[in-house]
Nanobody, 125 residues
């Protein structure tokens, strides 16, 4: 399996923006789906944004209209543009990839088999 490395986290005030990046390297398979997850202290990991096998994007309800997921295949990089950040967005954000491309599972953590180390996002009020 390959390696996923996130970057771009940091501390911002409410209403601010951040863009996370995830560089994928060393993957031997061509077709895989990627997504962003997050985990706040004391909470379970949750799906934030991801791609279905046909490229349709999925977002959790609380980030719709504020976050945008995108990918640059030439650069093997996944992005998450986060706007209008709120304190409840504070968490460690993880990039994930999977080869089992099943429709309807873009935000299901258990279907992903490769994970990055995470990057901290802190939003203060």
């Amino acid at each position: 399996q390959g390696q996923l490395v996130e970057s771009g986290g940091g501390s911002v005030q409410t209403g601010g923006s951040l863009r996370l990046s995830c560089l994928a390297s060393g993957f031997t398979y061509i077709n895989y789906d990627m997504a962003w997850f997050r985990q706040a202290p004391g909470k379970e990991r949750e799906g934030v944004a991801g791609f279905e096998p046909n490229g349709i994007t999925r977002y959790r309800d609380s980030v719709k209209g504020r976050f945008i997921i995108s990918q640059d295949n030439a650069k093997n990089t996944l992005y998450l543009q986060m706007n209008s950040l709120k304190p409840e967005d504070t968490a460690i954000y993880y990039c994930a990839a999977k080869t089992s491309r099943t429709w309807g599972t873009a935000l299901v953590a258990g279907t992903y088999n490769s994970w990055g180390q995470g990057t901290q996002v802190t939003v203060s009020s």
